[in-house]
């Protein structure tokens, strides 16, 4: 089965800072999505970045990007001149292909991170 | 700004009672799906649609929970009878299915707080 681990469940620095939120996923497949999705104390889940696994060139969104290593599985977040609204938990997902073209996304537990003024 | 909504945004209600819980995805996506998050479990799937049809409910316990679409701009989750277990965040979220373009994005709404006394 599927498995995405994020091995830090708290992480706190100072605003301005960049932070990189760590992932690692298990998987036998070769074909994949990976996200980071954002929940801040509204609980909203808001999608971050996306990665397709065929894609060698690391995703960006304005200051987020990822690291992503296929042959470690690993699919890191990391999030520059970070700001006070970046705190949230944050996600890393798998997306899992089934059958018949169906999807599954696999969650990690989350990494609760916080930005001090 | 087009977004998935859920209602109702909260819900107290005491064991034994009927929840149903409604969703309205994104017009234009294909595929819904409802997830359940708690502390221990973290984010869970317990059912998806494609164009309306039920393509996996295997992660919702069948015999008090069912998950229906009736028409393209509705998605509900109904509890009955609910249980102090039962008691979670509930999310639906929509997007599309397969690889490629847009595929695999899911866009979530602002959930549904569930408490069961």
């Known amino acids: 089965a599927q498995t995405v681990t994020q091995s830090q469940p708290e992480m706190s620095v100072q605003e301005a800072e960049t932070v990189t939120l760590s992932c690692t996923y298990d998987t036998s497949e070769n074909n994949y999505y990976l996200f980071w999705y954002k929940q801040p104390p509204s609980r909203q889940m808001i999608l971050v970045i996306r990665q397709e696994a065929y894609k060698q060139q690391n995703a960006t969104e304005n200051r987020f990007s990822v690291n992503f290593q296929k042959a470690a599985k690993s699919f890191s977040l990391k999030i520059s001149d970070s700001q006070l609204g970046d705190t949230a938990m944050y996600f890393c997902?798998?997306?899992?292909?089934?059958?018949?073209?169906?999807?599954?996304?696999?969650f990690g537990q989350g990494t609760r991170l916080t930005i001090n003024p | 700004d087009a977004r998935v909504t859920q209602t109702p945004r909260d819900k107290v209600t005491e064991m034994g009672q009927e929840v149903t819980m409604r969703c309205q995805p994104i017009?234009?996506?294909?595929?819904v799906f409802w997830y359940r998050q708690t502390m221990m479990q973290g984010l869970e799937l317990l059912a998806y649609f494609r164009n309306r049809a039920p393509l996996d409910d295997s992660g919702m316990p069948k015999d008090r929970f069912s998950a229906e679409m009736p028409d393209a701009t509705l998605a509900t989750l109904k509890i009955q009878p609910s249980e102090p277990r039962d008691s979670a965040v509930y999310f639906c979220?929509?997007?599309?299915?397969?690889?490629?373009?847009?595929?695999?994005?899911?866009?979530f709404g602002p959930g549904t707080r569930l408490t069961v006394l």
């Open positions: 979220a929509s997007g599309f299915l397969g690889f490629g373009g847009r595929g695999g994005e899911q866009f």
């Open positions: 997902a798998f997306m899992k292909p089934l059958p018949q073209g169906a999807q599954k996304l696999v």
């Open positions: 017009l234009g996506h294909n595929t």
